[in-house]
T-cell receptor
Framework: GQNIDQPTEMTATEGAIVQINCTYQTSGFNGLFWYQQHAGEAPTFLSYNVLDGLEEKGRFSSFLSRSKGYSYLLLKELQMKDSASYLCAVTDSNYQLIWGAGTKLIIKP | ETGVTQTPRHLVMGMTNKKSLKCEQHLGHNAMYWYKQSAKKPLELMFVYNFKEQTENNSVPSRFSPECPNSSHLFLHLHTLQPEDSALYLC?????????????FGPGTRLTVT
């Protein structure tokens, strides 16, 4: 079967750095997405990786290793507004998006 | 504001009622999606439409019936639902169903079945 694993919940301190991991087992791979979802709101797009390596976008970076079936989202200089759920999703060989259950990130002052 | 709107935002219905959820996208996208989101579970893809044609139906019970009259509008018709159908129903759109196109989500409809 197809599976996406990510931690259920993480806690970090304002101003610090946090890394949210995602591992996947899917039938084929056509890209990996990270989305942010604040409580009671819709998911919003953060990043897309299709090749190995690091993609940096401001305070957020996303890394992909296709051989390891692994990605992480790195958040720097954490702010209280970064408290949200972070969803990892992989596009399989049929271009169907397989979603993880999300990681709830709690930021403490 | 993502360019995808959904109505109603909240809906309470009995198991014998019939209701419809509406989604509209103003982005010129060709693909539209219905998802179900339950607490602490992954997003569940229900239906996909690409250029108004249904391309995916992930074994969704027949009490959920989608309709896509054009590329900008998507409906989800509900009838004789069960309490376990209570969830957040999200609509999304993307440029196309294939390729690395991000999906834009609407705010969702919080459905409660009593």
């Amino acid at each position: 079967g197809q599976n996406i694993d990510q931690p259920t919940e993480m806690t970090a301190t304002e101003g610090a750095i946090v890394q949210i991991n995602c591992t996947y087992q899917t039938s084929g791979f056509n890209g990996l997405f990270w989305y942010q979802q604040h409580a009671g709101e819709a998911p919003t797009f953060l990043s897309y990786n299709v090749l190995d390596g690091l993609e940096e976008k401001g305070r957020f970076s996303s890394f992909l290793s296709r051989s390891k079936g692994y990605s992480y989202l790195l958040l720097k200089e954490l702010q209280m507004k970064d408290s949200a759920s972070y969803l990892c999703a992989v596009t399989d060989s049929n271009y169907q998006l397989i979603w993880g259950a999300g990681t709830k990130l709690i930021i403490k002052p | 504001e993502t360019g995808v709107t959904q109505t109603p935002r909240h809906l309470v219905m009995g198991m014998t009622n019939k209701k419809s959820l509406k989604c509209e996208q103003h982005l010129g996208h060709n693909a539209m999606y219905w998802y179900k989101q339950s607490a602490k579970k992954p997003l569940e893809l229900m239906f996909v439409y690409n250029f108004k044609e249904q391309t995916e139906n992930n074994s969704v019970p027949s009490r959920f019936s989608p309709e896509c009259p054009n590329s900008s509008h998507l409906f989800l018709h509900l009838h004789t639902l069960q309490p376990e159908d209570s969830a957040l129903y999200l609509c999304a759109s993307s440029q196309d169903e294939t390729g690395g196109y991000e999906q834009y989500f609407g705010p969702g409809t919080r459905l409660t079945v009593t």
